[in-house]
């Protein structure tokens, strides 16, 4: 379904640990900003590393039909009007993304009802909905295709675009729901080890929950081993979609910023299509929901933040990409101690006629 993805530039990961070392600063005195600066540079191929330019958040929105068990606090209707406020501007990831430098695109996959929305929000819809994982099959193998295509179809118009940054956002009633299936399927979790509380959920909520995710995993796991078949069982359009946006980026040669709980579930499908993606990928930070920590460990990546944040929509990788773009012009723009003539670390070297071959003797004569 996807080419092989090759790994960022290892010339320009070199060459840049080179110049991190040659900063006007202790080395690595500036921590993880100093690996994400190498990353972005192992990224675009070229040290030192370009300022990012068009950062863009896609947020695949779609709704869930296990929302219908009463596994979130809020109903199903929600979905269809939190686009028309993405749409408006003021939603949280509007502010957050034009306080980072950001647009926003809004991509309809499986909104429950026709929308008001423009063509190019629903152009790609698959479905109205999808079924409920708890005892059917989320989409058809059609509509899977149809979605990851999708997918792939965005990253490709957002890279050709100019996008030099990309987020993926989420917006569905209950897609906590199949995205802690997922995880639990991918890393043998049990039920319980991924129930979080999404939108709040109280006690009662979280007990008819944990009932869904118990009933669905029990059908994801007999094709685990197959991510398409795992869409199929398990994820709605707007998940599978971010898959084949996930994966097609790294084939594109684009980092990617990871958000919450359903974009890390989307990204553990992402890495089975597309091995290796997840060197294009960071994580901006870690959810509330436990099912996001299971993720990001069994993909190998470190979350930059914890705000103790759950909203999804690509909020967290938002309030990290500032990190991102400060760490690669960090690594850009710093000067060299050649270049601000200034000393460079002490040299350790010993004088010649110093005998280093054991360490001197300091004890007291006395105590002989």
Not at 65 to 71: D, I, N, S, T
Not at 175 to 200: D, F, H, K, S, Y
Request: glycine content about 8%; overall charge negative; proline content about 6%.
């Amino acid at each position: 379904m996807f080419p092989y993805v090759s790994p960022p530039d290892e010339s320009a990961k070199r060459d840049a640990l080179a110049r991190q070392d040659q900063l006007t600063k202790p080395a690595g005195a500036l921590g993880r900003l100093e690996e994400l600066g190498v990353w972005v540079a192992a990224c675009q191929g070229v040290c030192p590393p370009k300022p990012f330019t068009r950062p863009r958040v896609v947020v695949f929105a779609g709704d869930h039909g296990v929302a219908a068990k009463g596994v979130s606090a809020y109903p199903s209707e929600v979905t269809a009007q939190m686009v028309a406020n993405f749409l408006a501007g003021g939603a949280a990831v509007n502010v957050l993304a034009a306080t980072a430098g950001a647009t926003v695109r809004v991509v309809d996959m499986s909104v429950a009802v026709r929308t008001a929305a423009p063509e190019q929000v629903t152009e790609f819809k698959v479905r109205q909905g999808s079924g409920s994982i708890d005892h059917e099959d989320a989409l058809t193998e059609d509509e899977v295709k149809a979605a990851v295509e999708a997918g792939k179809t965005i990253a490709d118009q957002e890279v050709d675009g100019g996008a030099d940054l990309l987020v993926a956002g989420d917006m569905g009633i209950g897609n906590t729901t199949p995205a802690a299936v997922i995880v639990a399927a991918l890393t043998g979790a049990e039920p319980v080890a991924v129930v979080g509380r999404g939108t709040g959920i109280d006690d009662r909520t979280w007990m008819r929950k944990t009932a869904a995710i118990r009933d669905a995993l029990r059908r994801a796991r007999k094709v685990s081993a197959d991510p398409a078949a795992l869409l199929r069982t398990t994820a709605g359009a707007d998940i599978a979609a971010m898959a084949g946006f996930l994966a097609q980026a790294a084939v594109r040669r684009t980092p990617v910023i990871l958000d919450g709980v359903v974009s890390g579930a989307a990204a553990l499908v992402a890495e089975e299509l597309a091995p290796g993606a997840r060197l294009w990928w960071v994580a901006g930070h870690q959810s509330t929901e436990p099912s996001h920590k299971l993720a990001l460990e069994q993909l190998g990546l470190e979350p930059l933040l914890d705000m103790n944040m759950r909203l999804g929509e690509g909020s967290g990788a938002l309030t990290a990409l500032p990190l991102v773009a400060m760490a690669a012009r960090i690594l850009a723009e710093m000067a060299t101690f050649q270049d601000a003539n200034i000393s460079g670390p002490a040299d350790a070297a010993r004088p010649a006629d110093t005998d280093t071959s054991a360490p001197a003797d300091l004890s007291d004569p006395a105590d002989a």
